[in-house]
């Protein structure tokens, strides 16, 4: 692939207010291009080309790297060029002085393929725009590569930004194509908030395109890359990245405008070296209140998180990627080989570390196939538990998603790039595809969406690739929560057959809430059981799982699985029969809320 850095602009607003600038500040700056200019405050070294060149060259992604500048700066990038190990050879002079005889980017561009005899896959981007510019052009060309067709840059536009100087991109999501391209449009003309930068990617056999269009779009305003681009999306399959860093400097800007932008990033520079960046997400247990088990069978459910229950993650910015396990979950020491088998014993093989490893993988899986470049720094990660294990309470679910905000916050993204209803898939992804964990959508979606959801899987909703999630306006009557306080198995058996009568339920369960006809949720939660240990059958579910629902039965409360075993949720219905059989609960080892 071949790199072509632009920077023939000619910024005659930023120098002539540099030139007649009474401070004495920008003396030294008068005539130096504005590529040339420093990125950071004061006298600093370091310029916003010397900044792209380090992104280019850092990842040896280019068999040739071209400047293109103008006549009139010429002398200044040949200077550059030679402090810089860059080759003055692969310095492209377009041969103008002015702004009016300038030829335009595109024209840069070809002259540069035509001069230099390019016959390969084109980076082109301006060396003269400001961002944080920790980008990695890796991920930028795997994600070209795999689309097999052209690519442009974007990132998402403060709402305070003027998209009519900008290019604005609208996409199809679905795919990350372009389906059209609008050059600084009036703000009623789009609600794309997508700002295209002149960061583009072309093929090999697009390549010769580019020198056709010169040749048959002959006027200065066709051949500036915003133009080109709306024309190029017509022609051939165009599709969008976003990195997650805004882009400034671009175009025509003053020095208000330059003085402010290098201020900002230089402090957002040096607060990452100064400061460490820490990120604490959290996500709770849920019980699945109606319908559940059959969110895997096209069902429906209503479920609600509790606060008692949390699972927590942590990230720090590194300058190394590191897991960290927990000292309970994922032990590594023991005081002997009896402790060792007995913690095994009570624990099992698998602790929350292969979580976070999966989700990391899936993330970065997903920002490539969605078209969403990572900013380029590392970090620690670990989590914290206190969801009891193995009782149906989503343990696992609420890990996975406690993480997956930390990374989202991490990494600057957003519910436009994965939203809220596509979430709970991934988190199962991460479970089931990675992991081989058997499990189904109810959990992630309410723990995603959090506080009481009512949630059709049904077959036709599903086959958009989600089902229809919503908050359900009702108070919930008091609850209360029984568990297994060391359990061995949870019971659950990996046969499941008919569930309508559960989504029948959910719908039933939902009508009960919003009249506040809790007499009748009663019912129906002593009816959602006993249709489950119809299915199951009482060797299935457990002798201590069967012990739990009697005792609720025996006082007057109605009572259910909130998951797949380990735990009993029961509804407080009869107030004088809420005390329970303290000895019976106490040989049964129960914990209750």
């Known amino acids: 692939m071949i790199c072509i850095i632009l920077v023939a602009g000619h910024n005659l607003l930023l120098e002539t207010e540099i030139l007649e600038d009474k401070s004495g500040d920008y003396t030294h700056l008068i005539g130096v291009p504005k590529a040339l200019l420093p990125a950071r405050p004061g006298h600093s070294q370091d310029t916003i080309l010397d900044c792209w060149w380090n992104v280019v060259k850092s990842r040896n992604q280019f068999s040739d790297v071209y400047l293109v500048t103008n006549a009139d700066k010429y002398k200044y990038y040949e200077r550059w060029a030679t402090a810089n190990e860059f080759p003055v050879n692969n310095i492209v002079n377009d041969g103008t002085t002015t702004l009016e005889n300038s030829l335009g980017a595109v024209a840069d561009i070809e002259l540069t393929i035509r001069s230099k005899g390019i016959d390969d896959d084109v980076m082109v981007l301006s060396g003269d725009m400001l961002c944080s510019h920790n980008i ?11 689309k097999n067709g052209e690519l442009a840059i974007y990132y998402e536009m403060e709402p305070d930004e003027d998209v009519g100087r900008r290019g604005i991109i609208e996409i199809d999501h679905s795919t990350s194509r372009i389906v059209q391209f609008l050059e600084k449009p009036k703000r009623h003309e789009t609600k794309s908030n997508y700002g295209s930068v002149v960061f583009y990617c072309f093929r090999k056999e697009v390549v010769p395109m580019i020198c056709q269009y010169t040749k048959t779009h002959t006027s200065k305003e066709s051949k500036t890359l915003g133009i080109f681009m709306g024309w190029l999306v017509s022609e051939t399959p165009v599709y969008a990245m976003k ?9 025509q800007i003053g020095l208000a405008e330059y003085q402010k932008w290098v201020k900002v990033f230089s402090d957002m520079t040096l607060k990452s070296k100064t400061e460490c960046e820490i990120i604490t997400c959290k996500s709770y247990a849920r019980i699945g209140l109606m319908g559940n088990p059959s969110d895997g069978f096209f069902g429906k459910t209503i479920s609600l998180t509790i606060s008692n229950f949390w699972a927590e993650a942590t990230l720090t910015e590194s300058t190394k990627l590191k897991l960290i396990p927990h000292p309970l979950y994922d032990p590594a020491d023991f005081g002997s080989l009896s402790d060792l088998v007995g913690i095994t014993a009570k624990e099992g093989y698998l602790g929350g570390l292969r979580l976070l490893q999966a989700t990391c993988k899936k993330f970065y899986q997903y920002c490539m196939e969605h078209g969403i470049a990572l900013t380029q720094k590392n970090f620690s990660l670990k989590y914290d538990t206190n969801i009891p294990r193995q009782v149906g309470l989503a343990g696992s679910s609420a890990i996975v998603t406690a993480v997956l905000r930390c ?8 519910d436009h790039d994965m939203p809220k209803h596509v979430q709970p898939k991934f988190i199962l992804d991460v479970e089931t595809s990675e992991l081989c964990i058997q499990a189904g959508l109810q959990d992630r979606v309410v723990q995603v969406y959090e506080g009481l959801v009512y949630m059709d899987f049904n077959e036709d909703v599903m086959k958009q690739g989600f089902g229809d999630y919503n908050y359900l306006d009702a108070v919930v009557p008091p609850l209360w929560l029984a568990y297994i306080g060391d359990p061995s198995d949870s019971g659950e058996s990996d046969v499941l057959k008919a569930m309508k009568d559960f989504a029948s339920l959910a719908d039933c369960a939902k009508d009960a809430l919003e009249k506040k006809d809790y007499a009748q949720l009663a019912k129906l939660m002593k009816q959602n059981f006993s249709i489950r240990r119809n299915i199951y059958g ?3 579910l457990g002798k201590d799982n069967l012990d739990m629902i009697e005792i609720a039965h025996k006082y007057g409360s109605a009572a259910k699985f909130p998951g ?18 303290d000895a019976r609960i106490s040989n049964k080892r129960v914990c209750i809320l």
């Not at 990195?243 to 175009?251: A, E, S």
């Not at 990374?407 to 957003?414: A, D, E, G, R």
């Not at 509804?571 to 059989?581: A, F, M, V, Y």
């Open 136 to 146: 990695d052009l890796e991920q930028v060309n795997n994600f070209f590569r795999q």
């Open 407 to 414: 990374l989202m916050k991490y990494y600057n993204l957003s």
């Open 538 to 540: 009482d060797d299935a």
């Open 564 to 581: 797949s075993g380990g735990a009993v949720i029961g509804l407080c219905w009869d107030e004088q029969k809420k005390t329970g059989d």
């Open 243 to 251: 990195l997650p860093t805004p882009f400034k400097l671009i175009g």
